[in-house]
């Protein structure tokens, strides 16, 4: 399962104001839980669950739910964390688990609804793949700077192979798969700009 913490300590808060945005979020477009079921492709039970802070999301299905209200997932992470600050010490960066599909997210830049950028540290364990079917956002620009180890990065049906130094800029319209090549982890940078 998901799990989220700021700096040392897991806030268990941040899981009852993810589940309350995400109502918000259906609310807001006036969807039903059987709209966004048929929409997203996860099933109303797990939704309703969700809502209510009975589950912890995993990140499988956050990217689903981010693609479908169109909003990166550390953006969507961002609206949950309290009150901004142009300045966000590295032990108050929210770090979002995934320990099932073996993903680290760190949200490095401070949250800001009216800015088009952000940066995010993204660590998976050696053999860890994850796919995404969509991008959040249609034609979302990604730069990811390999920081250690290796990473496959398949977009929109081209495969890329990274090292520890190498930068991969790309534009995301479609499906995209994140591969650690191991045998460590594989850690990198990814700046994402909002097109």
Known sequence: MGQTESGAGHDLDLDLRLAARLAE???QRAWSLEDLARRSGVSRSTL??????????????????????ELTMSRLLAEVEPAPSP????????VWHDDDAGIT???????????RGEVVEVTLRAGADIAYEGSPVPG???????????????VDGSVHEAR????????LWGSSRWRS??????????ALVLP
Do not use: M, N
């Open 181 to 190: 090549l191991g045998p460590d982890p594989a850690r990198y940078a990814l």
């Open 48 to 69: 309703s669950r969700l809502e209510r802070a009975e589950i912890s999301p995993t990140t499988a299905l956050l990217s689903k739910l981010c693609a479908t209200y």
């Open 164 to 171: 520890a130094g190498d930068c991969l800029r790309f534009r």
């Open 25 to 27: 979020l259906r609310t």
């Open 105 to 115: 997210r760190r949200s490095v830049s401070p949250p800001s609804a009216g800015l």
């Open 87 to 94: 300045l966000v010490p590295a032990d108050r960066q929210p």
């Open 140 to 154: 979302l620009e990604h730069h990811a700077w390999i920081l250690a180890g290796a990473v496959e990065v398949t």
